[in-house]
C-alpha cells in the first residue's frame, strides 16, 4: 500500500463526516423555511447544537489520534521498521467505525429533531388559535397588525381594522345558555372565514367580538362587511331544538399618516360603539374625522325569542322608530363631532 493512502482515506472519512453534518443541518432549516415556521422552541434547539457540537468534538478528538496514528505508521514506513499490513487495516477500521457512529448518532439526532418538531408546530398553531371557533386569537392578531404596521411605515402600504361585534349575545346565552352561545360564535367564526377569505387576518378578538385586518380599499372594504353584516341578518342559528337570529355592528377605519397602532384602534372602536348607540345591525366607517353609516336605513336589530313579541308592528309605529332611529343618529354625529374638534384644538 502506499504511503499516502492511510491519509487520503484519512482525508475521506473527516469529509465524509463534516459532509453529512452539513447535510443534515441544511436539510432541517431548509424544512423549517419552507413549512413557513419561523419559530423554533429555543431550548429543544440549543439542546440540539449542545450534542452535536459533543459529538463534533469527540469525533475531532478521533481524527486528532488516528492522524498521530498515521503519522506514526507513516514515518515506519520510511524506516526499517515498516509497519505490518495488519496494523494499517486495524487503524482504517477504526477510522471507519468512528465516522460510521458518527453517522448513526446523527440519524438519531434527525429522529428526535423532526419529532420535536412536529411538537413545536402543533404547540404553534395552538398558540395562535382561538380554541372555540379555529380562526386566530388576540395573540395572533397583535402580530399581524404590528407587521401590517411596519409595512406600512416602510413601504406605504395602506391597511384597515374592522371590528364587529354580535347583537345582545348576552341575551341569546341568558336565554338559550352558554352551548347556544358557543354554537352562534361558530356559525359567525365560519361565515367570517367564507365571506371574508382575502382579509390577511380574521381574529376572534375576544367573547363575542371579532377583528378583521385588510389591505384592500378601506370603502371596498366597509361595503364587504356590510355584506357580511346583512346576510347574517338573514339566516338563522339552528341549536337544538331552538332557532336563533342574530345580527352584526361593525366599524372600521384605514391607518392614517402619522398614525399609531393605538389611534387604529380606537378609531375602529369608536365606529362599532356608533352602529351600536345608532341601533345595531349596521356598520359605521371612521373617515379619520367622523363616523359615517354605511349600512343603508334598516331596522334597529332587536333581542331575539321572547322579546321579538314587543317589536312594533304597524307602520305607523315602524316609522316612528325609524324617525327616532335618525334622531338619535344626528345626536351621535354632532356628539362625534364636538369631541373631534375638542381633540383638534387641544
Not at 468534538?57 to 520510511?78: C, H, I, M, P, W
Not at 397583535?142 to 402600504?157: G, N, P, R, V, Y
Not at 391597511?159 to 352558554?178: E, R, V
Amino acid at each position: 500500500m502506499p504511503p499516502n493512502t492511510p491519509i487520503f482515506l484519512l482525508g475521506l472519512a473527516v469529509g465524509t463526516g463534516l459532509l453529512v453534518v452539513g447535510l443534515l443541518l441544511g436539510y432541517w432549516f431548509g424544512r423549517k423555511s419552507s413549512s413557513g415556521t419561523d419559530v423554533v422552541d429555543r431550548q429543544q434547539f440549543l439542546s440540539f447544537l449542545r450534542n452535536l457540537s459533543h459529538w463534533t468534538s469527540e469525533f475531532s478528538g478521533d481524527v486528532t489520534r488516528y492522524q498521530s496514528q498515521l503519522t506514526s505508521l507513516n514515518d515506519r514506513a520510511k524506516s526499517n521498521d515498516p509497519p505490518q499490513r495488519e496494523e494499517v487495516v486495524e487503524l482504517l477500521r477504526q477510522i471507519m467505525q468512528a465516522n460510521q457512529q458518527l453517522q448513526q448518532r446523527l440519524d438519531s439526532a434527525e429522529e428526535r429533531l423532526e419529532s420535536q418538531t412536529d411538537q413545536i408546530s402543533n404547540y404553534l398553531t395552538e398558540a395562535r388559535t382561538d380554541g372555540l371557533t379555529g380562526l386566530f386569537n388576540r395573540r395572533a392578531f397583535d402580530k399581524a397588525i404590528d407587521e401590517l404596521f411596519a409595512d406600512w411605515q416602510k413601504k406605504d402600504q395602506v391597511f384597515s381594522l374592522a371590528l364587529i361585534d354580535i347583537d345582545h349575545f348576552k341575551h341569546i346565552n341568558d336565554t338559550y345558555g352558554h352551548p347556544a352561545g358557543d354554537a352562534v360564535l361558530k356559525h359567525i367564526a365560519a361565515t367570517l372565514q367564507m365571506e371574508l377569505n382575502e382579509a390577511v387576518c380574521v381574529a376572534r378578538y375576544g367573547g363575542e367580538e371579532f377583528a378583521i385586518l385588510t389591505v384592500a380599499n378601506v370603502e371596498e372594504a366597509a361595503v364587504a362587511l356590510d355584506h357580511l353584516r346583512n346576510a347574517v341578518s338573514k339566516i338563522e342559528v339552528t341549536h337544538e331544538e331552538h332557532r336563533i337570529s342574530v345580527t352584526l355592528s361593525g366599524g372600521i377605519s384605514k391607518i392614517e399618516l402619522d398614525d399609531k397602532i393605538g389611534k387604529l384602534v380606537r378609531r375602529a372602536d369608536e365606529a362599532l360603539y356608533a352602529a351600536k348607540l345608532g341601533g345595531r345591525n349596521r356598520v359605521y366607517l371612521h373617515d379619520g374625522q367622523l363616523c359615517r353609516l354605511v349600512t343603508k336605513i334598516v331596522a334597529p336589530s332587536s333581542p331575539p325569542a321572547d322579546q321579538a313579541s314587543e317589536m312594533p308592528a304597524t307602520n305607523r309605529e315602524t316609522q316612528e322608530l325609524i324617525a327616532k332611529q335618525s334622531k338619535i343618529e344626528e345626536r351621535l354625529k354632532r356628539i362625534v363631532e364636538d369631541e373631534t374638534h375638542r381633540m383638534i384644538e387641544r
